[in-house]
RNA sequence: GCGGACAUGGCGUAAUUGGUAGCCGCGCCAGACUUAGGAUCUGGUGCCGAGAGGCGUGGGGGUUCGAGUCCCUUUGUCCGCACCA
């Protein structure tokens, strides 16, 4: 009987559903693991062949630990809030909720045909109330706490006020926005909006002035990681800074402890290397300068306190809020204009002349705090106001950005570290004794760094300083498909709802553009206020929200009295195996782990960091088929003949060529304008050419899985996608290999399943059978524990081409569990049908080991004579060196090899190799 | 510019982690069967050479009895960050 792959995945499809195989529930008796896909953005395309790639592994990984005895959480769901639903309905009307609800339809319908293993009762939607209700309540508590330096840990804000009321800032040691400085009465003493003001420079969620990326062309601020090189993520349009008060999450006041949690994580080193690299740690010191003819200081930030005898110049970001007063009055007008200009130049071409030196003097000087040398001031738009103190003493000599700039406008440059040529070029290593330095000439850098910081607080100049380069983030968006927040404004102040009024809901509106006054799409809304008639705020949340503790809510998704609910918290706990793509590393999983920290401070969670392994699979890329027509006709020739002509290539859908060869029919019939086309072939075939390039609609090479499933199968494509190469490899898609998995399921079929062939026998399998089926076995459980999916898929193979044809159950019922997770469909088929097993498969657990059968019982040593590799003598493990030796002279291979000579020494590696040396 | 990863047949890849390079699959070649197909099965297939044999893991050098694997150097590809003081 054929392998109808149509008619078993139908009904394993549905039988699953029927008997709710896949039910999840917390289960004392048995380990837990969680296995954790990043879930998706249902956009409006569906899915393509690369998206479900990550849920494949995943689900292998899920099936495989509930076939070693865990009980497995493996949900599904979907990150509905998102600008391109908010798109479409500009452009067409149709409420994004409408849409959302499709696309979510349309995902459900894709994923369950790939034979997921989801318990569909905890799927999860951030855009439902119920869902978002605890976004909300994480924001309020957020709101409603300021993070103690001292404890190093989220508290609620009634604590520092008590503690102003008691003693003002003196006692409290809080991150912060602006450092404040006053006394109990002076706190006493401030009005109701200066106290609000001066606690949202405290909390973790508050509202503050910004320099933020806004993004006219959508309407809405972005944060940094949704900017990509001065572009929007989305949509790709100019970014500008601007100054806005903005929602705001103060993540920088756990900047450490995100820095310090990487070090718990099981998470590739170059993710790790990657947040880190955009938390930025670096340790320096904050030091004052003084400034000639004014009271005031200027402070600024470095890392090389030792070179401060070499400081030519200072500058500071054309932003810096010091810039005008300090401006000489026949500096004046250069000063306006050039930060006139930097302020119209948005962040792409200030980026894309990076190299453009530019820059004003300002006409002020700055005092060096240690021998009182005169620094001319400017500005230049190379200092970021962002960063550290926007401002920066210049040391052209160690610095390549400040020698350019002292090259450009001729300022001197001296050099304080010996042995370097600083006419050519800065010497900016950390490396080299001093010179030009006063007290600490002679010293070596890194000494002279540490006696300089020490000098620096003595001297009381400044102090040390560890500087981040993370920032807070932006938190709200001028948009209206996204969570609501749960504030109204009272007098101008934000005030929180309380817990029992959420969720806020998002009110329906019908026209989502800004309104005319260029306020988000909210201020449409009608009735959007408090029963009292107070204002709600009128942005939304960002994306990054609803998906920061979306992994908490799966282990309790009905829970409408917590976001997880102590029990079922306490006991799924972690995300064992989290699968998911790279390009998350400094949004997302930055955002989660902070927000996850902040549930850790306040008691509602007790893991700190609980996306314990992470695996980045790669991106499967297109691979785009053309065909090559002759310039000025309608003429395609065929890839191997085109030399000689004048050709241009074209996109062909992928659709229409198989195994590089092209339908010419469908061709025709694909465009009109290629209705007439003629083709010059070779062999009788019009064969196409090929690149790798992104899966997208204009490059016609987006293969749908549903295609893949309707032709081959889920089983198929599963076991194709893992088998296409190494997971978290990028590589492209190419259906022309689909085949020989497609095979390998119909020959395990044809030797396992199919009915009316000669029957299961119950005889003994042969020692050769046993050995390939525990070898099998042993390289597959390794493969699938080290994610070596394509290496499993390969194993599974060579079995089946080993055992040739074996009807044995004894065979048969270890390999069907072996096989399983990755072709659930088929296997369930032959488990319960052919093998007639009452008991569900996915009960059964996976065959231990029979020592007897191990391959590691023996082994083959290479014998290598003077270097060269010879032969592989077999002997059992375990055995004391002397007899090795013994063994291997006796051999008459060894002999042979010798031919007649006499060892000079033999070198044996128990377990690895043996050399003779004659 | 800085940081990271990678480089193996016509193609995707594999290599007991320092031990006979090219497993498995695609493609290709030959054969069988055939209702002629984009089905199935069998065998072959790194390169050069008629053959013996030689050469082969981007290039060059090194360590080692032995290197795809380790070290140095160089070239190329991809990714991340990018005036972060």
Redesign the pocket.
Known sequence: MEYNFREIEARWREEWHKRKTYRTGIDAARPKFYVLDMFPYPSGAGLHVGHPLGYIASDIYARYKRLCGFNVLHPMGYDAFGLPAEQYAIQTGQHPAVTTEQNIARYREQLNKLGFSYDPEREINTSDPSYYKWTQWAFLRMFGSFYCRRENRARPIEELVAAFERSGTSEVDAACTVPLDFTAAQWAAKSPHEKDAVLHNYRLAFRADTMVNWCEALGTVLA??EV??GLSERGGHPVMQRKMTQWQLRVTAYAQRLLEGLDTLQWS??LK??QR??I?R?E?AQMFFAVEGSSEKLE?????PDTIFGAAFMVL?PEHEAVMALATPDRLRAVEEYIAQAKKRSERE??A????VSGVFTGAYALNPFNGARIPIWIS?????????????A?PAH????W?FARHFDLPIVPVVEGADVSQASHDAKEGRMINSDFIDGLDVKDAICVMLDAVEERGIGRRRV?Y?LRDAIFSRQRYWGEPFPIYYKDGIAMPLRDDQLPLTLPRIDDFRPTEQGEPPLARAKGWHTPEGYPYETSTMPGFAGSSAYYLRYMDPHNDRALVGREADEYWRAVDLYVGG??H??GHLVYSRFWNKFLYDIGAVVEAEPLRKLVNQGMIQGRSSFVYRIVGTNTFVSHGLREGYETQPLHVDVGLV??DML?IEGFKAWRPEFADAEFILEDGRYVCGWAVEKMSKSMFNVVNPDRIVE?YGADTLRMYEM????LE????W?T??I??????L??FWRMAGSIGGAPISDEQPTPAELKTLHKTIKKVREDIGNF?F??A??AL??CL?ELGDCRKRAILDPLTRLLHPFAPHITEEVWAKALGHCEPLYDARMPEFDPAYLVEASF?Y?V?V????R??KELPLGIPVSEIEAAVLADENTARWLEGRAPKKM?V?P???I?I?I
């Open positions: 940094n990681d990509v090189n080193e170059s290397e990657i690299n955009w930025g670096s320096g600024i930030f470095t890392t090389r970001a200030r980026m002349d990076a190299r453009t738009d190379y200092v970021l106001a962002g960063y550290g103190t926007g401002a920066i003493m040391v610095d390549s950005r400040d350019a500087n380069r790279i390009e590393a400094t198989r195994n339908d032709d088998f296409l190469g190494p490899q990028s590589k492209p190419d022309n290999g085949d020989g998995v497609h095979k390998f119909r020959r070596s394509n290496t898929v390969s193979m060579i081409n083959e290479p290598s003077n270097g060269k590799l032969f592989k070198i590696v377990g690895k190799i050399n040396v």
